[in-house]
């Protein structure tokens, strides 16, 4: 592998290159090399595959390729292609009718705070007292309606649509956050551990991959439930259950990766069941047919009788474990997550010269940059320049494992600032997994007194450019490392690039801070 130090600067990295180019297996960042250059037209946004007649293509360079073979001109593709992406969440769906189904359960059984329930119904103007079942779900409807494009015809319109789409996302998150809390009760500051150390090697390892947090309820039900069998099979440790790029506040798992270093605990040769949800980017999967690891997709409609028969699989993964292909590391963070802020405490803060403005760092693990290099380097300069700086998901697991998250000895919900400068405690504060992109959101529309951004430093999945386009929709100025597919269209590329703005990974930094500076 070429430039193996700017793949990424995980300080274990080196030891698992080397591994996998001594076995000969292909990673990730191989497989790119190997297409270079990437496809062109796909990069400017000028492909399109709406029908069979295609796929078509248009050429920038040749002016007399005006339309597809169906008529779409080039400010269509890139439109058409954005908003295809923008506006999926048949994931967030999926999860939506389960939650549904289990409050009305538990709701007959009179098993949820009515209190509660009463407040969030109220918040969400869910008014059917009759039958609180069917105002949820009538709720549910309308969050996840069509959104209609039909007769937009201007860049301007065109952006007024794709922040409409990322609204409904954001919403449906918080909705899906809300039913979690009626189902599970209110999530509280608390401790997580990262590191390929959380693998145990006498236990039947399990790895989530961007699973629904309903596969993560019916999994430590089967896990509970299948932990004598395990032991009565010689484990000891039974099942040892872990994320990969994620917090989860509602369960206790803790993480053993973030998404771009996911190759690293599959080359550990401990992981023994590797499942992904199904709309998942997951760069491991390739890798699992070289190890004893069990691979597979699940949805929000997996069962729990479907999980235990892929963890009564797992216990014949692990003892096909090669011993001489485990390959351990020490490596180990606590990091604390859940933190809450009060919007007039943050603009206090700012009033009192405490911190000069808000910034949330997120986003994936782009294999096309170098991986971590920039939301470490982010975080570090900015929190030391008294900005206060906010992750969740897998940026936050980023920043955990470089010891850039906040640690709590108070298990308080909300922040309240020391009086002396931020400066003096760089640090980063988790709120959570990906669910908690809808609480950075919120705090963001309420803030008006300071300045605000949101950052994607390795823009990677649909999930990454739906929160951007909700984060510029609530008034921050956001900033990305990775180019959106917007060339092709001149008009729809200024009109975002006055709310997404991209800069080079060299750039990046120095350019928020000017924009706070200025």
């Not at 298990?411 to 504060?429: I, R, W």
Request: glycine share 8%; charged share 20%.
């Amino acid at each position: 592998m070429r430039k193996v130090r700017r793949k990424t600067t995980d300080p274990t990295a080196r030891t698992y290159l080397l591994k996998a180019k001594k076995e000969g297996l292909d990673l990730s960042w191989n497989r790119l090399e190997k297409m270079m250059p990437q496809d062109g037209f796909g990069l400017l946004g000028l492909t399109c595959q709406e029908c069979l007649q295609g796929p078509c293509r248009l050429n920038p360079f040749q002016l007399e390729e005006t339309a597809t073979v169906c008529g779409f001109t080039r400010d269509d593709l890139v439109f058409n292609g954005l908003f295809r992406q923008v506006s999926k969440v048949s994931r967030l769906v999926e999860t939506t009718h389960i939650l549904l189904q289990r409050l009305a359960q538990k709701n007959s059984a009179d098993e949820v705070d009515q209190r509660s329930l009463k407040t969030k119904a109220d918040s969400w103007m869910i008014t059917d007292e009759t039958n609180e079942s069917a105002g949820w779900i009538k709720k549910a409807w309308e969050l996840t309606g069509p959104l209609s494009g039909f007769g937009l015809k201007t860049a301007g319109d065109r952006l007024s649509l794709l922040f409409a789409a990322a609204a409904r996302y954001i919403s449906l998150l918080k909705f899906n956050a809300e039913l979690l809390e009626l189902l599970n009760g209110t999530s509280l500051l608390t401790d997580r551990s990262i590191g390929l150390s959380n693998l145990q090697s006498d236990s039947i390892n399990v790895c989530f991959d961007g699973v629904s947090p309903v596969v993560l309820d019916l999994a430590a039900e089967a896990a509970g439930e299948l932990k004598a069998e395990a032991v009565n099979s010689g484990i000891p440790g039974a099942y040892n259950l872990l994320l990969v790029g994620d917090f989860s506040l509602n369960h206790d798992y803790n993480v053993v990766s973030n998404q771009g270093t996911v190759e690293f605990a599959l080359l550990s040769g401990i992981v023994d069941l590797y499942l992904v949800g199904r709309e998942s980017i997951s760069r491991g999967r390739n890798l699992t047919g070289k190890f004893q690891t069990l691979f597979a997709e699940c949805t929000a409609l997996t069962t729990k009788d479907e999980l235990k028969k892929l963890f009564r699989q797992a216990i014949e993964s692990l003892k096909k474990r090669k011993k001489n292909l485990v390959n351990m590391n020490s490596d180990l963070v606590t990091v604390s997550i859940g933190y809450t802020f009060n919007p007039a405490i943050i603009e206090n803060a700012g009033k009192k010269g405490i911190i000069k403005g808000l910034c949330i760092i997120a986003s994936g693990s782009n294999v096309k940059v170098t991986n971590d290099e920039m939301a470490v380097k982010i975080a570090k300069s900015l929190s030391a320049q008294s900005i206060l700086c906010l992750s969740y998901g897998n940026t936050a697991v980023t920043l955990g494992r470089y010891g850039c998250l906040a640690k709590s000895e108070q298990k308080a919900g909300f922040m309240e600032f020391p009086q002396s400068d931020l400066a003096n405690h760089p640090v980063t504060y988790c709120l959570g997994g990906e669910l908690a992109v809808s609480a950075a959101v919120e705090l963001v529309q309420t803030i008006s007194r300071l300045k605000v951004t949101a950052v994607f430093p390795e823009m990677t999945e649909v999930s990454d450019i739906q929160a951007a386009l909700g984060f510029a929709n609530a008034g921050a100025k956001v900033f990305t490392g990775v180019k959106l597919p917007l060339d092709g269209s001149e008009a729809l590329s200024k009109e975002l690039g006055e709310v997404i703005q991209y800069c080079t990974p060299e750039d990046i930094t120095e350019k928020i801070l000017r924009y706070f500076s200025q």
